[in-house]
């Protein structure tokens, strides 16, 4: 009589609690290898893209020279009699628009015209890629401008305006009248002003939104940025510091890239600039006509 067999299937090895545990170890540990890594590359992809958008900058800033024989003035404004500004206080970046591509922006802008006004409201709110820095941390497309009391209490609120990046160099000290670098009040500097080498001057650097609120538009007639002027909106002075790691007097500059800061040079090339640099080679080379010597290395 016949009688059936039972089947067997086979059974073959799994894994044990130690062995999943130690899989998952090597996971965590090439997860944390690779985070890093991944990080880097990001980094020196928006470091890259940075220097890229300061020579676009710079290759604008030459077409300006060549129409009009001299760098854009730091920002436009009319002075009362007692040397304040008047307006309409549009700045440097606003007047190499047609350079940068943006020729209906800047068609767009009544430059005769305070910054503040209604009629200028879409255009100063306007975020060019061009001005941004990818490395920068905010997520604010927009920053207000305010009036402040001498106490440094915020006591009006005037315009929001586009967040940027760049800023032009005025040169050593606080922001004023005239500057000893290439953008200040109303400046026109012409390339044979440079005495100090176009290799050798900064022309414009990064400013990253943790130090300070930036932007291409212009200096807002009437409101600060506290504690100094307007004009700090699209100009920054030089100080002791490159890349400080929190906000330090006498200095405008700084960037989210691990230690330094971009700067675009008045004949056109964007060099890194370590934190490590001494104070007084990176005023020197904020100076146009200081006469001091400067290393070839920078």
């Not at 490590?276 to 006509?289: K, P």
Request: net charge negative.
């Amino acid at each position: 009589m016949p009688f059936a067999l039972r089947s067997r299937r086979s059974r073959g090895p799994g894994f044990t609690l130690v062995e999943l545990l130690v899989v998952l170890a090597i996971i965590g540990i090439l997860i944390g290898i690779m985070i890093p890594a991944i990080q880097k590359v990001r980094e020196m992809m928006a470091r890259t893209q940075c220097t890229n958008n300061l020579k676009q900058i710079g290759l604008a800033l030459h077409s300006y020279i060549e129409r009009d024989k001299a760098f854009p003035a730091g920002y436009v404004s009319g002075v009362d009699a007692q040397g304040n500004d008047t307006g309409p206080g549009w700045g440097w970046a606003s007047q190499i628009l047609p350079m940068l591509e943006q020729q209906n922006l800047f068609t767009q802008i009544q430059f005769k015209t305070p910054i503040e006004a209604p009629a200028n409201s879409a255009a100063r709110l306007t975020v060019l890629a061009g001005y941004r820095c990818p490395s920068d941390r905010t997520t604010q497309t927009t920053w207000t401008a305010r009036k402040y009391d001498p106490a440094g209490a915020p006591i009006a609120d005037v315009c929001d305006l586009a967040v940027a990046n760049y800023v032009g160099v005025f040169g050593v000290g606080e922001p004023g009248v005239d500057g000893d670098g290439l953008f200040f009040r109303n400046s026109a500097v012409r390339l044979k002003e440079i005495t100090d080498g176009t290799s050798n001057t900064l022309a414009v650097g990064e400013r990253a939104s943790s130090l300070a609120h930036a932007t291409w538009v212009g200096a807002v007639t009437g409101t600060e940025h506290f504690p100094e002027n307007s004009s700090n909106f699209v100009l920054g002075h030089t100080g002791e510091m490159l890349n400080p790691a929190t906000p330090s007097e006498g200095n405008n500059f700084s960037s989210d890239h691990p230690g330094g800061v971009n700067y675009l040079y008045a004949d056109g090339h964007v060099q890194f600039l370590t934190a490590s640099m001494s104070a007084a080679t990176f005023q020197a080379l904020s100076t146009r006509a200081g006469g001091e010597r400067v290393s070839g290395d920078n």
